[in-house]
């Protein structure tokens, strides 16, 4: 069973054409502390500041006229890291060079990436602790814009709504709300949903409401490699709160990307 949710973290990069941020200042990083409501409401109040810190830095960049949903030349270059974070390509994960994707724990983890076969393109990753069998983190991309490319359209928006089996099931009536994910081995599963009733919510760490351009997209980030358990009054109050933050900075202008990598801290002893 859950015994308690994580301390949870978010880290954001803007993409503007084909620089990023302004001044050398790119990268945002928050850290959301969930031991008691008192500590996430002191925490959160300062999340609204920077995140139009971040708006302001996207209305006063100019931008190159192609909209890069390929996670630009290699994600694992973070500026003025020396390459201490960088992530190697391989078979398994070509995508672990992508911008949104953090340093690679290894080890026991593995790397899961979703395609929903639209034209949005990938659609999020989850690295998932195969001894913990625990998510470390979801990331993605979001846009919002529209415009012709091979005839695409690429916005997270959209009216597909939330997936449900009974109501909204799309193409999977008879699948679980909380679906395990198909491309996770059934070994490094739970053999059951230990989230339902034990008191903790199935948190989203890439939302549904983030995926509304397609029933698929959507469905997808219900599986269960995308949760993490929280508590109501975090998920639907203030973790929600962040999440509308996020889509409210998500840029409308073509050759903008938000880059976004959010999941809660499972390592014992983690540095920030």
Known sequence: MPVGHPPFCLHIRLKHGKTFGRNGENDYFCILETNETIKLMMNIKHIPTLLFSIFISIATISCSSDDDNQGGNGGGNWIGDGGANKNTPTADCPEASRIEFPKLKGGNSIVISHYSGDTYGLNYCVEWDTEKKSQRWSCYFMVDHYHSNNDREHTYKGNVGRYDPMSNPGNHPNDRQYPWDPQLPQQYRWSEDLFVRSGYDHGHIC?????????????????MTNMQPQRNAFNAKLWAVMEQKVRDITPKTIGDTLYVCKGG???????Y
């Not at 995926?211 to 219900?222: D, L, V």
């Not at 801290?265 to 540095?271: G, Q």
């Open 207 to 223: 939302p549904s409401a983030d995926r509304q351009y397609s029933k698929e997209a959507n469905y997808q980030t219900f599986y």
């Open 265 to 271: 801290t499972i390592t014992t002893r983690v540095k």
